[in-house]
């Protein structure tokens, strides 16, 4: 392997590759979909937020919403 020259071994044709190679490894794909859950984040596609932001732009809600301002409790 060299990162200099951009080899390395398992850079070869998918015919050549060993079998343990061509399967794909799902659990770390949905182990970070379920931390970003856990997190309170939603995967949504393009469409979908297009479609919601514009319900919101119909409904008068801004796209960006800020932060509440907290009032000293003095």
């Given at each position: 392997?060299?990162?200099?020259?951009?080899?390395?071994p398992l850079l070869?044709?998918?015919?050549?590759?060993?079998?343990?190679?061509?399967?794909?490894?799902?659990?770390?794909?949905?182990?970070?979909l379920d931390f970003?859950?856990?997190?309170?984040?939603a995967i949504v596609?393009?469409?979908?937020?297009?479609?919601?932001?514009?319900?919101?732009?119909?409904?008068?809600?801004?796209?960006?919403?800020?932060?509440?301002?907290?009032?000293?409790?003095?």
């Amino acid at each position: 392997m060299s990162i200099t020259a951009r080899t390395h071994p398992l850079l070869r044709p998918w015919a050549e590759l060993p079998d343990q190679f061509k399967i794909p490894n799902l659990e770390e794909p949905q182990a970070l979909l379920d931390f970003l859950n856990d997190q309170g984040y939603a995967i949504v596609t393009k469409g979908e937020l297009e479609a919601m932001l514009t319900l919101m732009r119909k409904s008068g809600l801004r796209e960006s919403v800020e932060a509440p301002v907290e009032s000293d409790p003095e």
